[in-house]
């Protein structure tokens, strides 16, 4: 039972490889986008029902910009479902609904559903679900340096906790993952959550995003467990 092992308190996934398993089937890429976000449906609910506290989910990177206008166009109208899906969810679960990354790039219909999410969830405290999306570690720390050069704040002060409230994460009890999970075997970051994942564990799983499932999961909150986490000391 995972109920036995140590479960984290905060899991990341960078959920990768839709378009590859879609190509190895002779399917179209947006096909493996719609699969890939079926998984992490499930994925999510799982998280919670495990008793784990804080899930992220990288959606689309600061990068992804370069893909064609019509997958990109296909995988905001995937985010904008979700967000709408999960809304009712996480009004009845009282999960706390949390976007990291850039509001100024994506479209006007989602960024509002985003917002309205946002503000609909945020008095909840026990639950959260970060939503990566147009995210990048690198723009979120610059984002996170130019917040205090238009504050008061004063840069002598600065340390790393405070450092902390200019970060999309702000808001989470829990800002640091402790796991964080990526599918598809590609053993790379990707520069994803850079700060808040100083002394995070990694998973390397070797499938692709819509083949991952709970016993999947499970196999990585396993293999958590019995790493030795020393923080640096």
């Known amino acids: 039972?995972?109920?036995?092992?140590?479960?984290?308190?905060?899991?990341?996934?960078?959920p990768d490889g839709n378009r590859r398993w879609a190509k190895e089937k002779g399917l179209p890429t947006l096909v493996g986008h719609r699969k890939g976000f079926e998984a992490l449906k499930k994925i999510i609910e799982k998280t919670f029902d495990l008793g784990i506290t804080t899930i992220t989910v990288w959606g689309f990177s600061t990068e992804?910009?370069?893909?064609?206008?019509?997958?990109?166009?296909?995988?905001?109208?995937?985010?904008?479902?979700?967000?709408?899906?999960?809304?009712?969810?996480?009004?009845e679960k009282k999960i706390r609904i949390i976007h990291l990354g850039r509001k100024d790039r994506i479209n006007t219909t989602l960024k509002n559903k985003i917002i309205k999410a946002e503000e609909l969830t945020n008095k909840f405290n026990k639950n959260y679900l970060c939503v990566a999306?147009?995210?990048?570690?690198?723009?979120e720390i610059i984002r996170a340096i130019?917040?205090?050069?238009?504050?008061?704040?004063?840069?002598?002060?600065?340390?790393?906790?405070?450092?902390?409230?200019?970060?999309?994460?702000?808001?989470?009890?829990?800002?640091?993952?402790?796991?964080?999970?990526?599918?598809?075997?590609e053993m790379r970051i990707?520069?994803?959550?850079?700060?808040?994942?100083?002394?995070?564990?990694?998973?390397?799983?070797?499938?692709?995003?819509?083949?991952?499932?709970?016993?999947?999961?499970?196999?990585?909150?396993?293999?958590?467990?019995?790493?030795?986490?020393?923080?640096?000391?």
């Open 1 to 14: 039972m995972v109920s036995s092992y140590r479960l984290p308190k905060h899991i990341a996934i960078i």
């Open 64 to 91: 992804n910009w370069d893909r064609s206008k019509e997958e990109v166009g296909y995988l905001m109208n995937l985010f904008t479902k979700m967000i709408d899906e999960y809304l009712k969810v996480a009004l």
């Open 133 to 139: 999306l147009d995210y990048g570690g690198r723009d």
């Open 146 to 185: 130019k917040k205090i050069s238009s504050s008061k704040f004063q840069v002598s002060n600065l340390i790393i906790n405070n450092f902390n409230n200019f970060l999309d994460s702000k808001d989470l009890p829990n800002p640091d993952p402790d796991l964080i999970i990526r599918t598809s075997g």
């Open 190 to 233: 990707s520069g994803f959550l850079i700060w808040q994942a100083a002394y995070a564990e990694y998973i390397f799983f070797k499938k692709y995003l819509p083949d991952f499932t709970d016993l999947d999961l499970v196999k990585c909150l396993k293999e958590y467990s019995k790493r030795q986490r020393r923080f640096g000391k």
